[in-house]
């Protein structure tokens, strides 16, 4: 008789999905997963739950396997030595659930701001319950009240862009430069389509300085001594993961996300293996992204799979496309990049830009449910070249400089880049 293993995996977003839907391509392998919420959290789309658009949910029953155990709650503490995770439970009476194998998942959201005021007076917007926390307090606002949205990554852009195109009257503080992935002629055509919207963008251009170092209920501050009236006060600034890995006694990066090898297993324990934004193999995380997530939690199924296999795992190949970004519902941009995750000059922009966007997020829920109705199917993480990269990204770590003909042929790339974009 086959021997039954149990795998637990906290955390229900995308790589914490797709790794449990992918591990049901077992029947002697029994899959729990423990998440604080009932539904979906479609993250990408929180900009539109404050906007208005959408509400940026989605039930399980469309994304997750009908061999998932889904268990509603927040897992407090992992015992290692035991294979047992504590949860938080309604009535605090801290149940637990025992594991053969742990994929931690637990994914990010807001950091610490640090910076004066700004948890008493700025609205986070990197989970569910902060975006909907904010709603209301947007809504409330007078059509003509100052909106300071703090921090030009995607997050901030996108908010930005959906309040603007409803009509609100919105600064983006970018701090240093807008949009800081993206390549000068990406960031100059989002420039363009933010300024059409009336969104006042502030940088670190001209020799001001753009960091926020205070905010007051109805003002942000910033290093050049500016004042900006601020009555809604966003703040898209900064990364933070949960610190359930460190209270739990597993080695972490100083984030506190998951230390692991490139097979994504936990550098203390082959039985725990990691997912997502919590992730820091080689201690080199990947870029924050459902671009990432979904890819790698298919990689850690991959692993526990080939565990209990008896096989070796496959080592991480992840490769990058590049970065997509909207801006407003009839608006967006595709910035390409290289598979180094590097940006390129070409991008595709504008209405084109925006259904590329609305192509992407719809596929993202495809590709779980897809995954959910047959265990296996996805393939993505497996696409050749992200090998190479992660190998360049170790050696550079450790301060290895790259052959001779690889820095030429790269030379020779960057001056033909050059010259396109000159032209």
Known sequence: ??????????????????????????DDVTVTLINPRPTFVHRVRLHQLVGGSDDAVIDYRDVLADGVRL????????????????LA??????????????????????????????????????????ARRLRPIVDAAPATAAVTVVGAGPTGIETAAELAEAGR??????????????????????AGRLAALGVTVLDGS???DAKVTAVTRDAVRLADGRQLPSQVTIWTAGFGVPDLAARSGLSTDALGR????????????????????????????????????????ARAADTVLSRIAGQRPSPLNQVFAGQCISLGR?????????????????????????????????GIVKHLAAEARKAGS????RVSGGTKRQQQLLRARRGEAPAAPARAAWRRIEGRIERRVEK
Not at 169 to 190: A, D, I, N, Q
Not at 332 to 349: E, K, P, S, T, Y
């Open 89 to 130: 439970t309604a009535d605090g009476s801290g149940g637990t659930v025992g594991y053969d194998y742990l994929i931690y998942a637990v994914g990010s959201g807001s950091a610490d701001p640090r910076v004066p005021g700004a948890a008493e007076f700025a609205h986070p917007i990197a989970t569910l319950e902060e």
């Open 258 to 297: 998951l230390l692991t090898d490139e097979t994504l297993t936990s550098v203390d324990d082959e039985r725990i293996v990691a997912a997502g934004d919590s992730a820091a193999p080689s201690d080199l995380p990947l870029r924050m992204s459902c671009q990432a997530a979904i890819p790698l939690g």
């Open 71 to 86: 268990v509603v709650d927040t897992v407090t503490r992992i015992d290692a030595a035991a294979r047992r995770v504590t």
């Open 169 to 190: 009257k919105v600064t983006l503080v970018c701090g240093e430069v807008l949009g800081p992935y993206l390549h000068p002629r990406g960031r100059r055509s989002v």
């Open 1 to 26: 008789m086959t021997e039954n293993t149990d795998v637990v995996v906290i955390g229900g977003g995308y790589a914490g999905v797709m790794a449990a839907n992918r591990l049901t391509q077992r």
């Open 330 to 362: 009839r608006a967006g941009i595709l910035q390409f990049a290289h598979r180094n995750d590097v940006a390129l000059w070409f991008h595709i922009d504008g209405r084109p830009g925006a259904k590329v966007k609305e192509f992407i997020c719809e």
């Open 206 to 208: 001209d020799a001001a």
């Open 378 to 381: 996805y393939s993505l993480h």
